[in-house]
């Protein structure tokens, strides 16, 4: 018996996806989406390497994902390395590189590619493509205001209906100042609460309690508090006692500005929520799927008063959030908002005759320079087999060139929906294609 | 004394570059081009995760690459893996995957992010970014036509003079038949001569000679032979003894079909280029930069005859090439071919008085529903600052709006170009900016 050749596999490296032509037109409209409504409000792009030093993402980025999820290695010259998981520490890097010389507002955007090690399951890769939207230079709330309309922008360029999200708003110094001042907590016993109160939603009341009960020094009389911290509005929250009253008063002339500009109904301010990052420290936001199949965080962000304090001693006051493709084509799935991305706008011309290959050839290229996107066989073949091609590859229109039309300056048009064939004058092909197109 | 504080440094890892929104504007116009061509062409854009199995890069890449230059590392389940040092890898994968539901031909490009460890030097970084143009299941010359009119329709695109570059073409079989038959070479010499070829116009003819002598059996009589192939025509290399028939044909018919689509002064037959991919297996092709200060290889590519045979048992011919942009901003700045891509088309809307900003939103908001990009301060500021700021920022057109003009239904529009000021009515400001801008 012969031996058997083994072949290498062709799955992508775990966790991670192969974009097909079909799968990378939908992520291409999706950030052409996001792209034009950022840059409507000025926001210019940048990009930086995937490949960052290790000591960036030690002094920024969580605990967890540096120590579980970092994909870092010691480079050929011995250079401590990681693939970036986030985009933050490379723009904080970039803008403190040439903070003097920016004119602020600051205003950018990116949409990186993003690794980390995490077990793949349903909406959890290892990498993923993020928008990433942020605003420097601003104290007042109303980069606030800006960026929450953008958050709210790209959903409605989306045509996203109003009832299909919330835009949930909180402000880090409301749990700060609940944590220390109402519950007498110290630092680090405040930091392991709020861990808990960010995995609320995730369990059940009895675990909720199982896991805070042994934080507090007096559970009877501090979960109540706690309950009553997570489920108060804006009015409710000013009046229990030690809450910061600058965080209220911010995320009231935030709240009051937003709705006279028409953010109401999608607006909901929540106290419960916290968001994983330590370095947010300002007002903070997530935008979540109403969906029931899918009620989760879209994306979200926040403000952060030092970004650049590792790489100088300027001082800049940033808001950003980041969205992550995943999630968001859950999100336009669930809510049938993906227009159909298949239909095909090129034009196919078959070979009929091997002799005639130069002429298909400045044909194809009459129609490029009109405009019309045009792709011909390269070898004769049966003509049924040929317009099978032009199918399968979702063509409408394919054009016929024999030696009777190239006499005649004709050629013969057939459309694919309707099976209609005519005979076009070839000065007239490329006019009659784009109308019909809409090219 | 205080201690110091250390901070960490700004500049990204060695060998790798930052896109500032200059330089990112820049390689989205570049890469915008050479998308809008192939695209005219039919062809259809995919990626793949830039980490893939080293088992991958070690069964398809060459020695160097594997061995010197590829960023590979264990992750943390323990998997060999490494950063994509070229494309065509996935590319393969990716086709083989699918290759029975693909219409033939395949018409396939992508612009990943590669990487390979080299010591940085002028044009010569750890990444860069790379056009790739793959066509696939064509065994006929009409696939080189094809590719090579896509070569050539990319540099038309930019407007490249006909003088600037130079398409030398050759196929992998002359240079083997010449080697096997006309000097009689063995196929491990047989490599080792055409590695000294590939390097021929790097080095002095005394260092040629001092290389090449040690690997032939009669360098007095084998020399001249090698002199005589490297200058040869068409015509004079189909009359050395030994050098394939079909080779030459295949040659001959792509030449007279590319002279007859207009692609005549710049396409050049030039029987020493190698290249230096194993997996090249027919016709070979290098465009050339002529600028006498960039006199290089700008991007080039080949017929590989069984690119999938890794995978399967299936038989799938292919031909392609790879374009970096490092090496082609050389090209265009050489030659003078870039735009001005700095002249900033967003308005640009002061705050006059503080109680004014919602208002400033609302005018900014209408004015990005009808098409234009609109950006705003976002605090109150002397006026003289604020326009220095939109000045900085490349904005022509800045809108003032105070209480006067609120009250009126007008604004001030200045042009900064020209430093006029007019007062413009609210209904007439869109159409008025989009005429001046063009957008």
Redesign the interface.
């Known amino acids: 018996m012969e031996k058997q050749?083994s072949?290498?596999?062709?799955?992508?490296?775990?966790g991670?996806?192969?974009?097909?032509?079909d799968e990378?037109?939908f992520?291409?409209w999706m950030f052409s989406v996001m792209r034009e409504t950022v840059?409507?409000?000025?926001y210019?792009?940048?990009?930086?390497?995937?490949?960052?030093?290790f000591?960036?993402y030690k002094?920024k980025s969580g605990e967890e994902i540096v120590q579980?999820q970092l994909?870092d290695?010691?480079?050929?010259?011995e250079?401590r390395?990681a693939?970036r998981p986030e985009m933050t520490p490379t723009l904080a890097?970039?803008v403190?590189?040439?903070v003097r010389n920016l004119?602020?507002?600051i205003?950018?955007f990116s949409v990186p590619?993003l690794?980390r090690?995490e077990q793949p399951g349903k909406g959890r890769l290892r990498?993923h493509w993020q928008l990433n939207v942020d605003l420097f230079g601003?104290?007042?709330y109303?980069?606030e205001?800006?960026i929450i309309?953008i958050a709210d922008a790209i959903l409605q360029k989306f045509r996203a209906p109003k009832g299909s999200y919330q835009i949930k708003v909180s402000h880090r110094k409301l749990l700060d100042s609940f944590l220390s001042n109402t519950l007498e907590l110290k630092s680090e016993k405040a930091q392991a609460v709020s861990k808990v109160l960010d995995k609320k939603s995730k369990v059940s009341q009895k675990e909720f309690e199982g896991e805070m009960s042994p934080l507090l020094s007096d559970p009877a009389k501090q979960l109540p508090l706690i309950y009553s911290y997570l489920d108060s509005d804006l009015k409710s929250i000013s009046k229990m006692p030690g809450i910061d009253p600058n965080a209220i008063e911010f995320i009231s002339k935030l709240f009051s500005?937003l709705n006279?500009?028409g953010i109401k109904e999608q607006l909901v301010f929540d106290p419960s929520i916290v968001r994983g990052f330590d370095y947010y420290t300002g007002c903070i936001f997530e935008v979540f799927d109403t969906n029931p199949e899918n009620r989760r965080s879209l994306y979200g962000g926040g403000r952060y008063d030092n970004l650049i304090g590792?790489?100088?001693?300027e001082q800049l006051s940033g808001i950003g959030f980041g969205l992550g493709d995943v999630t968001f084509k859950n999100f336009l799935e669930g809510h049938g908002l993906i227009p159909d991305l298949n239909r095909n706008d090129?034009v196919?011309i078959p070979i009929l005759e091997e002799g005639l290959?130069?002429e298909v050839?400045?044909l194809a290229?009459e129609l490029?320079i009109s405009g019309?996107?045009?792709?011909?066989?390269?070898?004769p073949s049966k003509i049924a087999k040929q317009i099978q091609?032009a199918e399968?590859?979702g063509c409408r229109f394919v054009v016929f060139l024999g030696s009777d039309e190239l006499a005649n300056r004709t050629v013969q048009l057939k459309d694919l929906n309707t099976g209609e064939q005519v005979s076009v004058s070839r000065l007239d092909l490329s006019s009659k294609l784009k109308e019909s197109l809409k090219v």
């Open positions: 050749k072949f290498l596999p062709t799955a992508p490296y775990k991670t996806r192969d974009f097909y032509p990378m037109r992520r291409n840059q409507s409000f000025g210019q792009e940048y990009d930086g390497p995937i490949l960052e030093s000591e960036l002094a579980r994909y290695f010691i480079d050929k010259g250079r390395v693939i890097r970039m403190a590189g040439n004119a602020k507002p205003r950018w590619n690794w090690y990498e601003v104290k007042s109303t980069a205001v800006e309309l500005d006279g500009l590792l790489f100088s001693n090129t196919f290959f130069q050839i400045k290229d490029r019309i996107k045009t792709e011909t066989m390269l070898e091609t399968k590859k």
